[in-house]
């Protein structure tokens, strides 16, 4: 290395400050004493500049960070990432651990439901009590069970069970809120309208206990809001129902051919007689469960004897403490949890739910079989029977009036509703109005009210509604009609009259104004 | 008395300096690997100027960055306090970049040779912003091993001592270098030396 190389490095040193002192001073010296190396500082300090204008620095990287240590993640050891990913790999291997042993053992998990399944069916198969102790049903809560299919599971509360067939002929039940066919006495009213004598109504008696300590078995409740309804307790409805009509017609012929459709004959009612002795002697345990949260069936023994004998001990024990013994209060309460399992539940029930009512669907279950004669035409008559007996018992709809309108409300059964609607009151349309009321209670949803004869309707009902005159009263109405005209003619008139008299007042005040003007 | 031989008894407190790179490498090797995270961030734009100064443009930078410090989180714990922990983490760097080079100038050999380099005559400067490019491209030309010492003097402000232990060489090769480099410049830069030294 030359002289001078040796000196324009030391100059580059000597800008980058990187000399030692005494290296410093001597070069500033030789500076001094030279042009060369004047010059040299001088480019070389220009160079430097240049360089350090000329770069920028790389701008920050935000995102730089972040991928590190994705990246730095993604290499680290595989015991590390386990670690990090081990609430997956514990899935994982939970998974497998499933499916093994479902491989191995498939009906582990069906198992494990059907032992929950009959833990819960144990829990609200406890302590189960017939409806009809618990509930003081008597005579006429089973009539009316055998006429209209309902039953009140809680009176207080105003909840009943009702049971029919649906177009199909299948079976299905009801839980719901409405008021039950009271008022009314309606077994009564049957002794009454078929005129039964002491003896007859003694027998009648006979028969509605001797079921009622038949159905006692059929319907269960327990207080933790279980019904259990026997399969067989749509039969034994039939079965009431034909044994009270039978009874019926051998009782009083005459009477008993007024509630009933000319189409039938109950003539030869020893086929029937014999249909109900089969239900009699069907032994059926298959219940049907309804509870709060689920539907089930399960066939269970209930010894009525037993249970008998266990509530009378205890009805003695506690006479002798002097207590009275509580009752079960039935409440059943449908917008519990029972909705949810509206999907899932057991493909033989389909539930209904809606405010105040709870319909069970029985799709497919094994009900006894009985042969009655003739099935299908037989209960829609025996139905209709029904139907005509709540008329011929002189049942009397509520009516209420609205500005536009009236409606029958038939209590105890909101289906049956009839409405008119009609003009409003005006006095000149009067007469136009009366004449279409009248029409509309002439329309084919009133032909139930005329099926029957009507010296029948006002027997042994000495106090009739006056609303009651509208199904009936057509002479009356007509009368009432008239008189209503001519009061109307008489008014008109009368209005004729004052106006007239009006005009000549006005007339006369007229003249005397214009005199004194 | 008692009370004194109690107290020489005492742990004494350590003080942590956070700042202090040593004490944070201390801290990964004992475990505590959030420290990397600081280590990084204190680092960070050193390492990736030097890259950029190094490779000349900025596409590749973030790549060997993650590379570079992959390399340090992968061998942290084999640290041996012997350097200053950044003289080792540019050290990493530089070599990462001869690397990146390396491969790259093998690539070179099968891409067309593009437009003689060093013509600088037809430049004409017209803004400031031209002249930093020029002579950026000026400097590219450059030997790595000269160019290198010279960008992290006078842009990183490295010291001669610090670029040696880097660049794994003597004081007085880094100050000969900074100077051939300085000159190799100048010559490169002599067709419009006029217009540059205005």
Redesign the interface.
């Given at each position: 290395m030359s002289r001078n190389s040796k000196d324009?490095?030391l100059?580059?040193?000597y800008l980058?400050n990187?000399l030692s002192h005494g290296e410093r001073v001597q070069l500033e010296e030789s500076i001094k004493s030279s042009l060369q190396l004047q010059k040299k500082l001088e480019?070389?300090k220009?160079?430097?500049q240049?360089?350090?204008?000329?770069?920028?620095?790389?701008p920050?990287?935000p995102y730089?960070?972040t991928?590190?240590?994705a990246?730095?993640d993604s290499?680290k050891p595989w015991h590390k990432k386990v670690l990090k990913w081990s609430p997956a790999v514990g899935l994982a291997f939970a998974t497998v651990i499933i499916m093994v042993v479902l491989r191995t053992n498939p009906d582990i998990f069906n198992n494990l439901i059907e032992e929950q399944k009959s833990n819960i069916a144990g829990f609200y198969k406890e302590n189960l009590q017939p409806l009809l102790l618990t509930a003081d049903l008597n005579n006429e809560d089973i009539f009316n069970f055998a006429m209209y299919k309902q039953l009140p599971l809680d009176k207080d509360d105003r909840k009943i069970l009702h049971i029919d067939y649906d177009k199909t002929g299948k079976e299905f039940f009801e839980i719901k809120s409405v008021k039950p066919i009271q008022n009314g006495n309606n077994l009564e009213k049957f002794i009454v309208a078929l005129n039964l004598d002491e003896k007859g109504k003694k027998q009648i008696d006979s028969i509605m206990n001797r079921y009622a300590e038949e159905l006692e078995a059929q319907i269960l409740i327990n207080k933790n809001n279980t019904v259990a309804i026997n399969s067989n307790l749509w039969n034994y409805q039939r079965a009431i129902q034909t044994d009270l009509l039978a009874f019926a017609e051998k009782s009083n012929w005459q009477e008993f051919q007024k509630f009933v459709p000319n189409t039938v004959s109950y003539t030869n009612s020893r086929d029937i007689v014999l249909a109900v002795k089969e239900i009699r002697n069907t032994h059926n345990n298959n219940y049907i469960f309804l509870t709060p949260d689920s539907i089930f069936s399960e066939s269970i023994e209930f010894d009525l004897q037993e249970y008998k004998l266990q509530l009378s001990e205890l009805e003695n024990e506690l006479n002798e403490q002097n207590r009275n013994q509580r009752k079960i209060q039935f409440q059943f309460s449908y917008e519990s949890s029972l909705q949810k399992f509206e999907d899932k539940l057991h493909s033989n029930f389909k539930i209904i739910f809606d405010s105040n009512l709870c319909r069970v669907e029985i799709l497919e279950f094994d009900f006894p079989d009985v042969h009655f004669p003739d099935f299908d035409s037989l209960f829609i008559a025996y139905d209709s029977v029904a139907s005509n007996f709540k008329f011929h018992s002189q049942y009397i709809p509520r009516i209420e009036y609205f500005d536009n309108k009236i409606q029958f409300h038939f209590d105890g059964d909101s289906l049956r509703t009839y409405e008119f609607e009609y003009y409003k009151f005006d006095l000149d349309s009067s007469m136009e109005f009366q004449s279409e009321l009248l029409d509309s209670l002439k329309s084919n949803s009133w032909n139930n009210f005329y099926n029957f004869n009507d010296s029948l309707v006002f027997k042994g009902i000495p106090k009739l509604d006056s609303y009651f005159k509208y199904y009936d009263g057509d002479v009356e109405i007509k009368l009432e009609m008239e008189h209503l005209g001519k009061e109307l003619k008489k008014f008109r008139e009368e209005m004729k009259q004052w106006k007239e008299e009006f005009k000549r007042e006005f007339q006369s005040r007229d003249k005397d104004n214009n005199g004194i003007k | 008395m008692n009370l004194n031989k109690e107290n020489s008894e005492l742990p004494q407190p350590q003080i942590l300096k956070l700042d202090d790179d040593f004490s944070l490498v201390k801290r990964f090797i004992d475990g505590d690997e959030s420290t990397f995270r600081l280590l990084v961030q204190r680092h960070k734009e050193t390492v990736r100027n030097i890259i950029y100064l190094t490779l000349g443009d900025s596409d590749a930078v973030d790549d060997i960055a993650q590379e570079v410090f992959i390399t340090v989180y992968k061998n942290l714990k084999n640290f041996r306090f012997e350097s200053l922990f950044t003289t080792w983490l540019y050290r990493i760097t530089v070599n990462k970049c001869k690397d990146y080079l390396r491969k790259k100038n093998v690539r070179k050999i099968f891409v067309p040779i593009k437009e003689a380099s060093g013509e600088l005559r037809n430049d004409s400067i017209t803004e400031k912003n031209d002249i930093s490019k020029i002579v950026m491209k000026a400097i590219s030309k450059l030997p790595q091993k000269l160019k290198v010492p010279l960008l992290l003097k006078d842009i990183e402000g490295f010291s001669y001592q610090e670029i040696a232990e880097t660049m794994e060489c003597e004081i007085g090769t880094v100050k000969s270098r900074i100077f051939r480099a300085r000159e190799g410049l100048k010559k490169i830069l002599q067709p419009i030396e006029a217009e540059l030294m205005e």
């Open positions: 324009f490095e100059l580059s040193a980058d990187e480019d070389l220009k160079i430097k240049l360089i350090s204008s000329s770069y920028k620095k790389i920050e990287s730089f960070e991928r590190l240590f990246s730095l290499k | -």
